[in-house]
């Protein structure tokens, strides 16, 4: 079913919505099929072009993460794929959105997750200990030998992903 814009994004007791309306007409004809009547658009939504621009997002953030940490980089793509759908899935519905994502991306997320919560993955905190470790440098192991017993805390429920991409690069350094 075709709709306006103004229907689409109307937001009860805010009137700002409106402001935005200029910039989602272009951005919903990523997602959506349009027509055109007069000088009004009706926009409906297209489930091929929805899994199109996903998976475009799901490379992005795939390759924005692998310039971020040297240890997700040295992952084969299967596995830095599926850590992103996993991502992006915490802020989709599984029905019909996760799955058909994918689906179309050829990854059983419940099987991959699995797998890798009986493997180890070393942070980048432990790396670095590693690479420490091979230089010689055993007065500065010492003092962050205990940094290594704790485990690198998973994001959970994330709200944000603004957030989540700080709080990373604030690990960083």
Known sequence: MFRQLDEIMYVSDYPGYQYLSSVAEKSMQVVCDFKEMGSTKFFRLNDEKVLKWM?????ELRKTLVTLDKNFAARDKKDTLTDTVSIIGEYLKEEP???LLCC?????????????????IPSSEEGNLLDQGKNGNDAKTTGTRRQTNKKAKLETNSQNIKDMFSRATRRKR
């Open 55 to 59: 998976c475009f997002k799901v490379e």
């Open 97 to 99: 959105w996760l799955n």
């Open 104 to 120: 179309e991306l050829r990854i059983d997320l419940n099987k991959e997750t699995k797998a890798l919560g009986a493997e180890s």
